[in-house]
């Protein structure tokens, strides 16, 4: 049954927008994205810089200070959503996601096999879950008089720079990929093989429109038929994922932490 397969895979996911994803499938690639397009207005701007005896960056040399907006230049990143299992929140129920990412629940979120995409993995790219802190550990450069010592000293601190965010961004539940860039003119992307297994449509388009809901799936399916096409939304008191026939429940939140139930988790004042 389709809901064991789906429940028993290690996922990763990718919220985006519809014709986005038309692309992501015609090229059978994720694209690697610059730091300074994403979300988080310091991805490519730490302001925690210091060098070991102190100093803090607003007092580096105007060379150094270009040696790290050069060197941080070339590193960019895949976003994938991850499914939290000490919450217990599933990385296609997460409703800000479909809003920022998915045009306000007009695009899709596609399922990855964790597993395989890993293994399509180039050595040299680093992945991982990102950890979510209160505050976010300080970047030593070992010496802020030396511009050419930068390119290592971020490379040795890889993981620290670009695998911790601070908490307010928990609620992506990311899973990160990193890649060194030297050709900054050069688009760089990750074939997913044989990793996408589902792809996940939310039931506000559906609602809204049938006949545009009829014309995704179609257009989805010219380039993915073989690939399962699901979808998201919510009914009276809980969310449901269904197949696109509508015939199997393959999960719903009944009984979720976001869901009230009468008598169990609220009361019905009569």
Not at 108 to 134: E, G, M, P, R
Not at 190 to 206: H, P, T
């Amino acid at each position: 049954m389709m809901k064991e397969e789906f429940m028993n895979l290690k996922k990763l996911y990718h919220y985006t927008k519809f014709d986005t994803a038309i692309k992501i499938l015609e090229s059978h690639s994720l694209r690697f994205g610059r730091l300074h397009d994403m979300n988080d207005i310091h991805e490519n701007d730490k302001l925690s810089y210091v060098d070991t005896t102190g100093t803090l960056i607003n007092s580096f040399p105007s060379d150094v200070l270009d040696a790290i907006d050069c060197e941080m230049a070339k590193y960019r990143q895949i976003s994938l959503t991850a499914d939290d299992d000490k919450q217990d929140k599933l990385g296609f129920d997460l409703h800000q996601m479909w809003g920022l990412y998915a045009e306000k629940g007009q695009g899709v979120c596609l399922v990855f096999d964790k597993d395989i995409l890993c293994k399509q993995i180039d050595d040299a790219v680093l992945h991982k879950n990102v950890s979510y802190d209160t505050s976010v550990e300080s970047f030593f450069i070992a010496n802020s008089n030396d511009p050419h010592g930068i390119q290592l000293d971020i490379q040795e601190q890889a993981k620290k720079l670009f695998f911790n965010k601070r908490k307010e961004w928990e609620h992506e539940q990311e899973y990160r990929l990193i890649k060194h860039c030297p050709n900054l003119k050069r688009e760089e992307y990750l074939d997913y093989g044989n990793a996408l297994k589902y792809i996940i449509l939310n039931s506000v388009i559906e609602d809204a429109d049938v006949n545009k809901f009829k014309k995704m799936v179609k257009d989805l399916n010219t380039h993915s038929e073989d690939v399962p096409k699901l979808l998201y939304g919510n009914g009276l008191l809980d969310y449901s994922l269904l197949d696109i026939n509508h015939t199997e429940i393959i999960w719903n939140s009944t009984k979720g932490y976001d869901i009230l139930i009468p008598e169990e988790n609220c009361k019905i004042d009569v």
